[in-house]
């Protein structure tokens, strides 16, 4: 989907973001840029949708060289969600969601379907929400249109820059919970940029580690955490390496469940809280912890797939501390 072919971006002072830069994205799924500042993961992502142009080296969209295409109607077919929203001040909800398909041409019928349907996805009640301005949104409200403009024109593609970084821990956990559920369904190529490898290591399918505009290692979150290509990995790991590896298994792995064949739960027999096969082990000890019962049913979307003991839990997390 995504092609980086020896992608280098210098600076007129000689400074290099990025050097010499090769990798693949592929169709459906999360990367994560993840580095400390000054690492390249910003610029690198930038480049996709021209917001930065390469110095040297190509990028492919779908097959096609991006230099070759016109930079606005680029921008147009990328979902693009960054840390501060940028949302419109002077526009409501709705008129912030619609701003894309309103500039491709979309007719107004199809854009308030598709701005009511984006709200509902992202959990607000579009009747409560579509007339009011960012001003009187919290964050995590401004966060979620945020989220739901990048996914307005239904663009394959959806870059987001650090965007729950300026939320508090609560609301950010929150969010990206949220966002791995939405994910699920909207299955878009996604470039994820982040500094914390918490973060990383929840959100990407696979984590492309960056160092003075350099990839250190590209794998997915299980393969870094317990396999470091090199020092500066395992110090970017640091003390965490435990925490981090029950972060990498998930409910999936202690069920053995065919998702097709379960039946689909009505909306309202759902439970608020329950236990999802995207769940880290961390979050279902914390779910066990507040049933405060022994075995729990296993949720994938909306289809109940099984069920998950506390003592299969505490098992797979024994397991991974004989490995660590």
Same mark, same amino acid.
């Given at each position: 989907? $995504? ?83 940028? =949302?419109? !001040? ?10 894309? !398909? ?26 409560? *929400? ?55 369904? $909207?299955?878009?190529?996604? $470039? ?53 590896? =029950? ?19 009505? !909306?309202?027999?759902? !439970? ?19 049933? %405060? ?5 296993? *949720?994938? %979307? ?18 991974? =501390?004989?490995?660590?």
């Amino acid at each position: 989907m $995504i092609s980086f072919q020896n992608v280098t971006k210098s600076y007129p002072d000689g400074t290099r973001a990025v050097s010499d830069l090769s990798l693949e994205v592929r169709e459906g799924e999360t990367l994560v840029l993840l580095g400390t500042s000054g690492s390249g993961k910003t610029t690198t992502m930038k480049m996709v949708n021209r917001l930065i142009e390469p110095t040297s080296g190509r990028i492919l969209l779908d097959g096609r060289d991006i230099t070759s295409q016109d930079p606005i109607a680029l921008r147009r077919q990328v979902g693009y969600a960054i840390q501060h929203i940028g =949302l419109f !001040p002077h526009m409501t909800v709705a008129e912030n969601v619609g701003v894309v !398909p309103k500039l491709l041409g979309w007719s107004a019928p199809k854009i308030a379907e598709r701005v009511e349907s984006l709200l509902a996805m992202v959990g607000l009640e579009p009747q409560t *929400y579509l007339e009011r301005y960012p001003s009187q949104l919290s964050g995590g409200q401004r966060q979620r249109i945020g989220v739901a403009r990048a996914l307005a024109a239904d663009p394959p593609v959806v870059l987001m820059d650090e965007p729950f970084g300026a939320l508090d821990p609560i609301t950010r956990e929150q969010l990206q919970n949220e966002f791995l559920e939405l994910e699920s369904e $909207i299955r878009k190529t996604i $470039i994820f940029v982040t500094h914390d490898i918490f973060e990383a290591v929840r959100m990407g399918d696979r984590i492309a580690l960056l160092d003075a505009g350099e990839i250190q290692q590209l794998a997915t979150p299980k393969e870094i955490v317990e396999n470091p290509a090199n020092q500066f990995v395992t110090d970017f790991l640091g003390q965490h390496t435990f925490q981090l590896a =029950l972060l990498t298994r998930t409910v999936a792995g202690l069920l053995d469940a065919d998702t097709e064949q379960s039946a689909e739960v009505p !909306p309202g027999q759902l !439970p608020d809280r329950r236990l999802s096969v995207r769940n880290t082990f961390i979050e279902a000890m914390d779910i066990f912890k507040t049933s %405060r019962r022994s075995e729990l049913p296993v *949720y994938h %979307r909306r289809r109940c797939i099984g069920t998950l003991s506390r003592q299969q839990l505490l098992d797979g997390i024994t397991t991974i =501390l004989r490995e660590a």
